[in-house]
Each structure stands twice: as C-alpha cells, then as structure tokens.
C-alpha cells in the first residue's frame, strides 16, 4: 500500500522524500503549497495539527490500521521502524542515531532557519542583531559537526535517518551563507551522500 507524503519544497519535506527513496517505500506525494497558506486548510490540519509540513497517511500502519504522522523526527523513526532500513535494532546504537536526530531537530534545523528569516527582514536595523546571532549559531553548529565526521563518516554508527535529516538542511547552505569548504568533513559527508541515486531522486520529488 502507497504512503501519501504531504510536504514541499523545504528541508524537512525533502528529509522524508530522501528517506522514502532510500528506504524504497511505495509513496505519493502531495503538494502543500506553504506559500499559500495551504497548511492551514481543514484537510490538512486533520492530519497535522500544528499546521506544518510534512505529513504522511500510513493506510498500512501498525495492526493494518491507518495511521497519520507529524513533525518531521516523528516520521522519520515511524519509517526507519516500518521499513527496518536505516534505524538500528541495536539499543547502542539506536542512542547514537536519537541524539544526532535530535540535534538537528532541536539545533540545526532552527537555527539556519532563523537565518533564512533574518536575510529576508528588509529594514538593516531590525535585521542586524537577528542575522549575526543565528549566524554566528548555525557557524557553530557546522564546526559541531564537521569535528564529528572528522572521526566518523556518518553521524552514527552507519548510514541511518539522522543523516538523512541533517541533509535537508545542510542542503541549504548556501542560502546559510556557508561555504562547505570551511567545514571538509561536512563537505565530504554532503558529497557522498547527494551522490547516492536514492537521495537524488528524493530531492528530485517534485514538491513545488
């Protein structure tokens, strides 16, 4: 049975996208036009309560029973658990994979998004102090992790979903003002992780 992603063109959709993809999961996708409002809309807050993106619709969900899921972490441990691809059964090393998951989702997922708000703030004077604090936070952040794959060449013991929600946003680093070249090892992570035919064909989801 067929996963319905409802999601768009941002870095938590293409999380599950890539991680649909690699997990080879038979899914269609759904557009949820943000610019439009349309996260809002009674259908889809039915689904998602807070009104963000992405969602998904399990028909085939525990027991054989439909099943929706919110926030992008969520369903990301959902869809490592359903496919047995990418989430370890090993308690140790499910720890690694949750802390590293939970890193992105608590810190490099809000704080770049804080960026991407501050650059679009028109007046220099209320932009100022938001832009060099997120800045200089997401710069921190990517030394965090590059000091990480320095030593390692995933975030956990093998490829697994934190990777896959790390990439959705390092995949904006240009739009963080981050040249990947200051950061190697996050450089040669992204590298071989875009080169992989699931996760492009998950970016290549047309979400827009």
Not at 59 to 78: C, M, R
Request: charged share 25%.
């Amino acid at each position: 049975m067929t996963i319905q992603l409802y999601a768009f063109d941002t870095p938590n959709g293409r999380k599950i996208s890539v991680a649909l993809e690699e997990m080879q999961l038979p899914y269609a996708a759904h557009v949820v036009d943000i610019g439009k409002k349309q996260q809002f809309e009674p259908d889809f807050l039915r689904i998602s309560p807070p009104g963000k993106i992405p969602a998904i619709v399990d028909d085939d969900g525990p027991g054989g029973k439909t099943v929706s899921v919110f926030e992008s972490g969520a369903i990301l441990v959902y869809l490592g658990e359903k496919s047995g691809k990418f989430w370890p059964a090993d308690p140790l090393a499910r720890v690694e994979v949750l802390q590293w998951l939970m890193f992105q989702v608590g810190s490099f997922g809000p704080m770049p998004g804080q960026v991407h708000h501050f650059l679009s703030v028109q007046d220099p004077a209320d932009q100022r102090y938001g832009l060099e604090r997120f800045t200089k936070e997401t710069l921190r952040l990517y030394g965090v992790m590059d000091r990480h794959l320095e030593r390692n060449e995933y975030f956990a013991r093998e490829l697994s979903i934190a990777d896959f929600a790390i990439l959705g946003w390092a995949w904006r680093h240009p739009r963080h003002r981050v040249d990947l070249a200051d950061y190697p090892h996050v450089e040669r992570w992204y590298g071989a992780l875009m080169s992989r035919p699931g996760v492009r064909r998950g970016f290549e989801v047309p979400l827009r």
